[in-house]
Structure formats: structure tokens, C-alpha cells
């Protein structure tokens, strides 16, 4: 996929992978619908994006919001003439073990990783189709493979998020838009950091929990939106982001019902 003049709408651009995978577009010279939460983070991306000398606009944007997702089109097409990518990578992470998890926040972290993903693909589905080469990217993670411990919402999330861009990918066969599933491994964003937690987590499990992310998440963004943009100039399918990534993807298919009592023993969650 050439993506010169291209445009592309990437949620989540104020910080991290989005930020990152937005900067790695612009250097390939697509322009950018850029949208999130963090008004200061999507100020300082587009900033940055700017001095790439592409067009790029910004738009603050809850995903968990029906109404605001469902207007953006016409706000984005107010600076650009169509829209060919769609990068779906808003996400919030959640600890916890499942009867520890309130329903509230775990409807919370659906809202956002998973239905903000559905609710911008049906609303920016009708221009893709109007281009003549489109994608769209859908960021999942390594817990969309496997399933820790503690990680019953996360994981919930991100494999809903894979199963419904591989169902979405073959309902779109045969069209000019495709569909790839991103699965990155640990990388270095401010996830952990910004996560809730149960309320009845001690502050001591608190900081354990967050000294492991910080030990996992270890990739710089950067790097993880190289592998993210390649995949998508290649047209993957399947996107593997990092060592960590693809050694769990092999260890799960080798142990689909067991891989925990191999990857556990590495990871505590």
C-alpha cells in the first residue's frame, strides 16, 4: 500500500504507539485526521506532525461516545478530501482479577477498547469504501492471544477486538478495503501507568503490579509503529509487534490450552 497523499485517521495519536504510528505515516507523507481524549497529548502530536509538512487536523474525541464518534466524519472531511486509513488504537487497561473488577469498570474498559473500535468502523466504513485503496488497522495486543491472570477485562477486550476485524476482514473480501489485527507485545507507553486497578488493591500490589509492567513494557513506541506501518505497506493480516509478541504467538499455538504453565512461569501477574 502506497500511502503518499493518503489520509488516515488514528485514534489515541496523543501519546505511545498512536502518537508514534502517526509521526511514522507522515514521514511516508500521509495526512492526518488526528483524534483523542488527552487535548494537551493531540495538541503536541499534531504539532509534530505539522513540521512533517503533511496536512493534519485534531480532533478531541471520547470513543466511548456514540454521538461524538459518529460525527467526526464530517468533521474530518472538513480538512481532507476522503479517508483511506482507519487506525482504531484508543485503549485503556484495567487489573485485576474478574470478582475483584467492578461492573462498572469493567463495561468502562469495553466501551473503550472494544465498542469505540466498532463504533469507528461503522462510521468511517462508507469513506473508506469510497477510496480506491483503504485499510483498516485495529490495535489488539499480545492478550488478545493469551490470557493471564488478572487480565479477565483486558483480555476480554483485545480478544473481541481480534475476532471481530478477522470476521470483519472476510465480510470485506473481495472489496478495496482490508483489514489487519495488530498484536503488540510489551511496549514502552504510559498504559500501565494510567491503568485502574480494583479498589480493594493494596497499595503494595499496586506497585508490584506496575514495577512488572514497566519490566514487560520494554519496545519504544517508535520502533513498535515501524513494524505497525510495514505491516500495514505489506497488507499483513496479522501484525506481530516484537520479539515477546511472536514468541507467544508460537507458544500458543503449540500450547493452545496449556501455554500458561510455560509463559507463567516467567510472568506473574
Not at 483480555?155 to 477486538?161: E, N, P, R, Y
Request: charge should be positive.
Amino acid at each position: 500500500m502506497n500511502l503518499k497523499d493518503r489520509v488516515a485517521v488514528i485514534t489515541g495519536a496523543g501519546g505511545g504507539i498512536g502518537r508514534a504510528t502517526a509521526l511514522s505515516l507522515a514521514r511516508r507523507g500521509c495526512h492526518l485526521a488526528l483524534a483523542d481524549i488527552d487535548e494537551a497529548g493531540l495538541v503536541e502530536t499534531h504539532a509534530q506532525a505539522l513540521r512533517l509538512s503533511v496536512r493534519a487536523s485534531k480532533h478531541l474525541l471520547d470513543v466511548a461516545d456514540r454521538a461524538a464518534v459518529a460525527a467526526l466524519p464530517a468533521e474530518v472531511l472538513q480538512s481532507h478530501h476522503g479517508v483511506d486509513l482507519l487506525v482504531n488504537n484508543a485503549g485503556v487497561a484495567l487489573g485485576g482479577h474478574f470478582d475483584q473488577v467492578s461492573e462498572t469498570d469493567f463495561d468502562w474498559l469495553m466501551e473503550i477498547n472494544f465498542h469505540g473500535v466498532v463504533r469507528m468502523t461503522r462510521a468511517f466504513l462508507p469513506l473508506l469504501r469510497a477510496s480506491d485503496d483503504a485499510r483498516i488497522v485495529n490495535i489488539s495486543s499480545v492478550f488478545g492471544l493469551i490470557s493471564p491472570p488478572g487480565q479477565s477485562a483486558y483480555s476480554a477486550s483485545k480478544f473481541a477486538v481480534r475476532g471481530f476485524s478477522n470476521a470483519l476482514r472476510h465480510e470485506l473480501s473481495g472489496t478495496r478495503v482490508g483489514v489487519s489485527v495488530v498484536h503488540p507485545g510489551g511496549v514502552a507507553t504510559a498504559i500501565a501507568r494510567n491503568a485502574r486497578v480494583s479498589a480493594d488493591t493494596s497499595a503494595e500490589e499496586k506497585r508490584r503490579r506496575l514495577a512488572l509492567a514497566e519490566k514487560l513494557l520494554r519496545l519504544p513506541p517508535e520502533k513498535a509503529a515501524e513494524i505497525i506501518v510495514r505491516g500495514i505497506e505489506k497488507r499483513r493480516a496479522r501484525i506481530l509487534v516484537g520479539r515477546d509478541a511472536i514468541f507467544i504467538a508460537l507458544i500458543e499455538r503449540l500450547f493452545p490450552v496449556k501455554y500458561w504453565s510455560v509463559l507463567g512461569r516467567g510472568i506473574q501477574t
